[in-house]
């Protein structure tokens, strides 16, 4: 079992930054990447960003190349998400996500798709103003 605690979500307005910090507790040794999604009610869920967390690899949506950027501090089993430019169509509800117990092979062909993670955490509202 893995467990994931996000924080750091709150609002401002466009232009401005906001980092997002997801910590992991649990069953984190089998963990394979880590990912942040975002989801607006009614919206389907929406890939951000990914990381693999034996590696170096990261993986950004389009819409969010250049303006957010994933990091990790796997002493402190934490990733962040650095959010700066923002726009009002950022606006959601953003969810940690992490592939534990699970072959790690599919981090690297669907990093951004909602089914290759099986442990979420609870959200955190971010709203950008225009």
């Known amino acids: 079992q893995v467990q994931l605690v996000e924080s750091g979500g709150g609002s401002v307005q466009a232009g401005g930054s906001l980092r997002l910090s997801c910590a992991a507790s649990?069953?984190?040794?089998?963990?394979?990447?880590m990912g942040w999604f975002r989801q607006l009610p009614g919206n389907e869920r929406e890939g951000v960003a990914s990381i693999y967390t034996r590696g170096r690899s990261t993986y950004y949506a389009d819409s969010v190349k250049g303006r957010f950027t994933l990091s990790r501090d796997n002493a402190n089993n934490t990733v962040y998400l650095q959010m700066n430019g923002l726009k009002p169509e950022d606006t959601a509800v953003y969810y940690c996500a992490i592939r534990a117990s699970l072959p790690a092979w599919y981090c690297n062909l669907y990093p951004l798709h909602g089914t290759t993670y099986n442990y979420w955490g609870q959200g955190t509202q971010v709203t950008v103003s225009s």
């Open positions: 649990g069953s984190t040794d089998s963990s394979n990447c």
